[in-house]
C-alpha cells in the first residue's frame, strides 16, 4: 500500500498545469477589464455627486470609466476640472474649441466654464451601477472595513483547524478518489450564465433611439454707420456707439448680422426684416420700416437698410402738432426680426429672434443708450435653448441594480464563456474517464484510501471485521476519530 502525506497534491502534472493556466488567463482578463487606473488599469472609478446628469446618472451611482484613444461628440466622459482643484468632473461633450473639449451636464443649462485638454480626460462611461457610492464608500470606512477583515481572518482560522482535524484522511481520500464533479458542475453553470448573457446581448440592438435635448444659440450684432464732415465734431466717420447729431447727418446706415450656432447638425433657413419703432413714454409709436422681410439659407443672416433722419425728425414734428404734446426725447428702437426653421439633430426646428437696440433722439442728437453701470451700448445680442430630438445612444442592460451597456455584456458574456468552457473541458475530461468504468472500478477509484480488506465480518448487534493489520485499524480509527 502506498502512503500519501497530508496536503499533497497528486492530481497529474498536466491538470495542475491547465488549471494553473485557467487561473492566470482568468486573473489576466479580470484585470484588463477591471483594474483600476490608480495601478496601471484603464479604469477608473467615479463616485456621482449632485444632479447635473440627471434623468439619465443620479446622486450616489459609481459609474466605471474607460481610457479612449479618441472621443467625440455625444460622449459622456469624466475630465479633471483645474478650476475646481482638480476634481473630477463627468459631464457630456458638446463641442470642440481651440483644441479643447466644451463639455455640458444634460440637466444643466449652461456650459461648463472650464474646457479640458485631451490630457485632462479620463475615460469615457463604461458602466454605471445605481446607488454603488454607497456600497463602495461603506466598505471604505474603517469600522466596515475592520469587520470584513476580521470574518476574513475568522473563516481561515476555522477552515486551517479544520483541516488539521481532517488532514490525513482527506489526503488519502484526495490522493485515491477521482475527480471531483464540483469543479466541473460549476463550470458547467457557468458556461450556461456567460453563454446565456453573451446570447441575449447579441440579440439586442447595440444602440437604441431616445430622446434627448439638443442645444443651440442665436446671436446678433448691430452696427450702424455714417459719413460726417470732418472738422471739431468728427475726425472719422461715424461709427457704432458714436452720438448722430442731427445737424451734420441726415442719414443712418444700419445693419444686423445674425448667426444660428450648434455643434449638432443642423440644416437652417429662414425669413428677416428690421425696423426702427419711434415711440413715445406715453405709449404712442411709429414704425418705419428699414429691411423688407427677405429670405435666407444657411446658419447666418445680413440685414442692411437706411435710417432717415429727416423723417424720423418730420414725424415727431407731426406728432406735436397734431396732438399739442411736446416731449424733449422720443426713444428709437432697432427691432430685427429673425424667423428661422428646418432641422437640428434630427429634430424640426421652428424659432425666433427679436432683439432690440434701444437709442433715444432730442432736438439735437440720436444716441444708443448706454449698457449697464455706464457701459457702452450692448451692440450684441445672445440666447440659448434646447430642442428635444431623438438620438442614438449605447442601449442598456438593466440585471437588478447592475446597469452595463450591449456592448459590455456582449464582451463579459464572450470573455467568461470562453474561459468557463476552458474549465469545463480541462476539469470536466477527468471526471468522465473515472466514470466511464464499471461500477466496481468507479467505486475503488473514488473511495480507494476509505477500503479496507477484510477477511470476515461478524456479530449480532455490531460488525466484527477481521483485517489484515494494524495499519487497517489505523485508518478505520483515523476516519471516525477514534482512538485504536
Same mark, same amino acid.
Given at each position: 500500500? #502506498?502512503?500519501?502525506?497530508?496536503?499533497?497534491?497528486?492530481?497529474?502534472?498536466?491538470?495542475?498545469?491547465?488549471?494553473?493556466?485557467?487561473?492566470?488567463?482568468?486573473?489576466?482578463? =479580470?484585470?484588463?477589464?477591471?483594474?483600476?487606473?490608480?495601478?496601471?488599469?484603464?479604469?477608473?472609478?467615479?463616485?456621482?455627486?449632485?444632479?447635473?446628469?440627471?434623468?439619465?446618472?443620479?446622486?450616489?451611482?459609481?459609474?466605471?470609466?474607460?481610457?479612449?484613444?479618441?472621443?467625440?461628440?455625444?460622449?459622456?466622459?469624466?475630465?479633471?476640472?483645474?478650476?475646481?482643484?482638480?476634481?473630477?468632473?463627468?459631464?457630456?461633450?458638446? %463641442?470642440?474649441?481651440?483644441? #479643447?473639449?466644451?463639455?455640458?451636464?444634460?440637466?444643466?443649462?449652461?456650459?461648463?466654464?472650464?474646457?479640458?485638454?485631451?490630457?485632462?480626460?479620463?475615460?469615457?462611461?463604461?458602466?454605471?451601477?445605481?446607488?454603488?457610492?454607497?456600497?463602495?464608500?461603506?466598505?471604505?470606512?474603517?469600522?466596515?472595513?475592520?469587520?470584513?477583515?476580521?470574518?476574513?481572518?475568522?473563516?481561515?482560522?476555522?477552515?486551517?483547524?479544520?483541516?488539521?482535524?481532517?488532514?490525513?484522511?482527506?489526503?488519502?481520500?484526495?490522493?485515491?478518489?477521482?475527480?471531483?464533479?464540483?469543479?466541473?458542475?460549476?463550470?458547467?453553470?457557468?458556461?450556461?450564465?456567460?453563454?446565456?448573457?453573451?446570447?441575449?446581448?447579441?440579440?439586442?440592438?447595440?444602440?437604441?433611439?431616445?430622446?434627448?435635448?439638443?442645444?443651440?444659440?442665436?446671436?446678433?450684432?448691430?452696427?450702424?454707420?455714417?459719413?460726417?464732415?470732418?472738422?471739431?465734431?468728427?475726425?472719422?466717420?461715424?461709427?457704432?456707439?458714436?452720438?448722430?447729431?442731427?445737424?451734420?447727418?441726415?442719414?443712418?446706415?444700419?445693419?444686423?448680422?445674425?448667426?444660428?450656432?450648434?455643434?449638432?447638425?443642423?440644416?437652417?433657413?429662414?425669413?428677416?426684416?428690421?425696423?426702427?419703432?419711434?415711440?413715445?413714454?406715453?405709449?404712442?409709436?411709429?414704425?418705419?420700416?428699414?429691411?423688407?422681410?427677405?429670405?435666407?439659407?444657411?446658419?447666418?443672416?445680413?440685414?442692411? %437698410?437706411?435710417?432717415?433722419?429727416?423723417?424720423?425728425?418730420?414725424?415727431?414734428?407731426?406728432?406735436?402738432?397734431?396732438? =399739442?404734446?411736446?416731449?424733449?426725447?422720443?426713444?428709437?428702437?432697432?427691432?430685427?426680426?429673425?424667423?428661422?426653421? =428646418?432641422?437640428?439633430?434630427?429634430?424640426?426646428?421652428?424659432?425666433?429672434?427679436?432683439?432690440?437696440?434701444?437709442?433715444?433722439?432730442?432736438?439735437?442728437?440720436?444716441?444708443?443708450?448706454?449698457?449697464?453701470?455706464?457701459?457702452?451700448?450692448?451692440?450684441?445680442?445672445?440666447?440659448?435653448?434646447?430642442?428635444?430630438?431623438?438620438?442614438?445612444?449605447?442601449?442598456?442592460?438593466?440585471?437588478?441594480?447592475?446597469?452595463?451597456?450591449?456592448?459590455?455584456?456582449?464582451?463579459? %458574456?464572450?470573455?467568461?464563456?470562453?474561459?468557463?468552457?476552458?474549465?469545463?473541458?480541462?476539469?470536466?475530461? $477527468?471526471?468522465?474517464?473515472?466514470? #466511464?468504468?464499471?461500477?466496481?472500478?468507479?467505486?475503488?477509484?473514488?473511495?480507494? $484510501?476509505?477500503?479496507?480488506?477484510?477477511?470476515?465480518?461478524? =456479530?449480532?448487534?455490531?460488525?466484527?471485521?477481521?483485517?489484515?493489520?494494524?495499519?487497517?485499524?489505523? #485508518?478505520?480509527?483515523?476516519?471516525?476519530?477514534?482512538?485504536?
Amino acid at each position: 500500500m #502506498r502512503s500519501r502525506r497530508a496536503g499533497t497534491d497528486t492530481r497529474p502534472t498536466w491538470l495542475r498545469v491547465a488549471a494553473t493556466t485557467v487561473l492566470v488567463v482568468t486573473t489576466i482578463v =479580470g484585470w484588463i477589464a477591471l483594474a483600476p487606473h490608480q495601478l496601471g488599469g484603464s479604469v477608473s472609478y467615479v463616485l456621482t455627486q449632485g444632479n447635473s446628469m440627471e434623468p439619465n446618472i443620479h446622486t450616489g451611482d459609481l459609474v466605471m470609466v474607460r481610457e479612449q484613444s479618441t472621443y467625440h461628440g455625444g460622449d459622456v466622459v469624466a475630465y479633471v476640472n483645474q478650476d475646481l482643484g482638480g476634481a473630477v468632473v463627468l459631464h457630456r461633450i458638446v %463641442g470642440m474649441e481651440d483644441g #479643447r473639449y466644451v463639455f455640458k451636464g444634460d440637466n444643466n443649462d449652461f456650459i461648463d466654464p472650464y474646457h479640458p485638454s485631451p490630457s485632462e480626460l479620463v475615460g469615457k462611461l463604461w458602466v454605471r451601477i445605481p446607488a454603488g457610492a454607497g456600497v463602495l464608500q461603506g466598505i471604505r470606512d474603517p469600522k466596515n472595513a475592520a469587520v470584513i477583515v476580521g470574518v476574513l481572518m475568522l473563516m481561515g482560522v476555522g477552515g486551517t483547524t479544520a483541516r488539521r482535524r481532517r488532514g490525513r484522511h482527506e489526503a488519502r481520500t484526495s490522493g485515491g478518489r477521482g475527480p471531483s464533479p464540483t469543479i466541473p458542475a460549476l463550470a458547467g453553470i457557468l458556461v450556461l450564465l456567460f453563454g446565456g448573457l453573451a446570447l441575449f446581448a447579441f440579440t439586442q440592438p447595440e444602440n437604441e433611439q431616445a430622446p434627448t435635448s439638443v442645444p443651440y444659440g442665436q446671436s446678433g450684432t448691430f452696427a450702424y454707420e455714417a459719413h460726417a464732415p470732418r472738422g471739431p465734431v468728427y475726425q472719422r466717420d461715424i461709427q457704432a456707439g458714436d452720438p448722430v447729431f442731427l445737424k451734420l447727418v441726415d442719414r443712418l446706415r444700419v445693419s444686423f448680422d445674425y448667426a444660428f450656432e450648434s455643434d449638432s447638425d443642423h440644416n437652417v433657413e429662414g425669413t428677416a426684416s428690421m425696423d426702427a419703432v419711434l415711440g413715445q413714454t406715453n405709449g404712442w409709436t411709429h414704425t418705419i420700416p428699414l429691411v423688407p422681410e427677405q429670405t435666407f439659407t444657411g446658419d447666418r443672416a445680413h440685414m442692411t %437698410g437706411t435710417l432717415d433722419l429727416d423723417e424720423v425728425r418730420s414725424a415727431i414734428t407731426d406728432v406735436e402738432r397734431l396732438t =399739442g404734446d411736446a416731449v424733449d426725447v422720443y426713444s428709437v428702437t432697432l427691432e430685427p426680426r429673425v424667423h428661422a426653421t =428646418g432641422t437640428l439633430g434630427g429634430a424640426a426646428l421652428d424659432v425666433s429672434f427679436h432683439p432690440t437696440l434701444p437709442m433715444q433722439i432730442d432736438d439735437t442728437t440720436l444716441q444708443a443708450l448706454p449698457g449697464s453701470d455706464g457701459e457702452p451700448p450692448e451692440l450684441t445680442t445672445t440666447s440659448s435653448d434646447r430642442v428635444l430630438a431623438v438620438a442614438d445612444r449605447a442601449k442598456e442592460l438593466d440585471a437588478g441594480p447592475l446597469h452595463v451597456t450591449v456592448a459590455t455584456a456582449r464582451y463579459v %458574456g464572450l470573455v467568461g464563456g470562453i474561459a468557463a468552457l476552458l474549465a469545463l473541458i480541462l476539469f470536466g475530461i $477527468p471526471f468522465l474517464g473515472a466514470y #466511464r468504468k464499471d461500477e466496481a472500478s468507479r467505486i475503488h477509484a473514488r473511495y480507494g $484510501p476509505l477500503l479496507v480488506p477484510t477477511r470476515s465480518v461478524s =456479530g449480532i448487534n455490531g460488525a466484527l471485521a477481521e483485517m489484515d493489520g494494524i495499519e487497517d485499524l489505523v #485508518r478505520i480509527a483515523d476516519r471516525y476519530d477514534r482512538l485504536v
